[in-house]
């Protein structure tokens, strides 16, 4: 197992190059690793990891658990809470929503959770969208009308959805609307086996969207990322590409799919 240089972007100083290679090498193995191992993998003289190896245990980002093996050190972490601590969803998505824009022409929303409803916190859009109703940034929509809102309806347990419909009344807006317990329980079935979720003109007539969710690190729901379109041009080929680039803003989020064995 050889890490490939040619896919890390240079430096001008060898020695930080030198220390990633390091790095990435420890990053590869769930236990402590040998010099030798870290030397074979990395490509680097053992000399030269060595002493490497050694000031990073001084500054702390590697620690030596016993003579001779390491294993990534404390400082990576905190500097990477101090990272997350820094990055907003809205950062983290702003460039993949206007590709995704650029691609389909048609409104992207960002949107968080709020309560009882959803909250539009950002949009990628322009004005030959066709859209009858655009919804500012700042406005809001209830969660069972909404294709961000099931999202996080779907995530809920049963109580917590049944709590929600006695709270809002499942009010409608239009003929639509799902304003039914049972039926609104079958849609979240539906999106938590295909892992995005639609709003069929069910907020306002002309107009469907879909959305895909956005995880953190810890694996929790944090977003919807959603395409709006009128209802007779949204086209079913963009879903993948929904899903993709929600994905990719999860990764930037630290989000990592678990893997099924």
């Keep these: 197992m050889k890490i490939d240089t040619?896919?890390?972007?240079?430096?001008s100083i060898q020695v930080i190059e030198r220390m990633v290679a390091l790095l990435d090498a420890l990053a590869t193995y769930p236990d402590p690793v040998s010099l030798k191992e870290l030397s074979k993998v990395s490509g680097l003289h053992p000399s030269t990891?060595?002493?490497i190896l050694n000031d990073m245990v001084v500054t702390r980002f590697v620690d030596r658990v016993e003579p001779g093996t390491y294993r990534l050190g404390m400082r990576l972490l905190e500097l990477g809470n101090v990272v997350k601590s820094r990055l907003s969803v809205r950062e983290a998505a702003l460039d993949y929503m206007r590709a995704l824009h650029k691609k389909t022409q048609q409104t992207v929303n960002l949107s968080v959770r709020q309560g009882d409803e959803i909250v539009y916190i950002d949009r990628a859009f322009s004005e030959r969208s066709g859209m009858q109703?655009?919804?500012?940034?700042?406005?809001?929509?209830?969660l069972h009308l909404t294709s961000t809102g099931k999202l996080f309806l779907s995530v809920d347990e049963a109580k917590a959805i049944r709590a929600y419909a006695t709270r809002t009344g499942?009010?409608?807006?239009?003929?639509?609307?799902?304003t039914d317990l049972s039926k609104l329980?079958?849609?979240?079935?539906?999106?938590?086996a295909r892992g995005y979720a639609r709003d069929n003109e069910e907020l306002e007539l002309g107009v469907r969207c879909m959305a895909a969710g956005i995880f953190d690190?810890?694996?929790?729901?944090v977003a919807g990322l959603s395409i709006s379109a009128p209802a007779d041009r949204l086209q079913e080929e963009w879903l993948d590409d929904l899903v993709q680039t929600a994905g990719q803003i999860s990764s930037t989020l630290g989000f990592r799919p678990v893997s099924v064995a």
Excluded at 6 to 11: G, Y
Excluded at 133 to 142: C, E, K, Q, S, T
Excluded at 170 to 178: D, E, R, T, V
């Design 133 to 142: 109703v655009v919804r500012a940034i700042g406005g809001r929509g209830p």
């Design 185 to 192: 329980e079958r849609e979240l079935s539906l999106v938590r």
């Design 170 to 178: 499942l009010a409608g807006h239009n003929k639509n609307s799902i």
């Design 217 to 221: 690190d810890s694996g929790k729901l």
């Design 6 to 11: 040619l896919e890390t972007p240079k430096t």
């Design 49 to 51: 990891a060595h002493r």
